[in-house]
């Protein structure tokens, strides 16, 4: 299974970035997608969860300012997120059915 994230960069706080996860197995569009992130010296972390039928969690931090959602006629998962802070910095991470990872892009956000 290959995941590939895109997306990330560095912005100024308050920005605001897309990031996009695609896959070609089939598999990708009949299970729960995630977003998790890495920090710098911390634990991976969930970010936000969608399902194969569209339903959503996401974590308290990111609540309210990040969307996930997903494309599954393109293999394709998203998260647009926006009002960024300097702790969002952190390699962010496509997982699919909790069990196979992309390689991750870089999120920098600068204060």
């Known amino acids: 299974v290959q995941l590939v994230e895109s997306g990330g960069g560095l912005v100024q706080a308050g920005g605001s970035l897309r990031l996009s996860c695609t896959g070609r197995?089939?598999?990708?569009?009949?299970?729960?997608l995630a977003w998790y992130r890495q920090a710098p010296g911390k634990q991976r972390e969930l970010v936000a969860v969608?399902?194969?039928?569209?339903?959503?969690n996401y974590a308290n931090t990111v609540k309210g300012r990040f969307t996930i959602s997903r494309d599954n006629a393109e293999n394709t998962m998203y998260l647009q997120m926006n009002r960024l802070t300097p702790e969002d910095t952190a390699v962010y991470y496509c997982?699919?059915?909790?069990?196979?990872w992309g390689q991750g892009t870089q999120v920098t956000v600068s204060s």
């Open positions: 969608i399902t194969s039928s569209g339903s959503t």
């Open positions: 197995e089939t598999i990708f569009a009949v299970n729960t």
């Open positions: 997982n699919l059915a909790y069990s196979w």
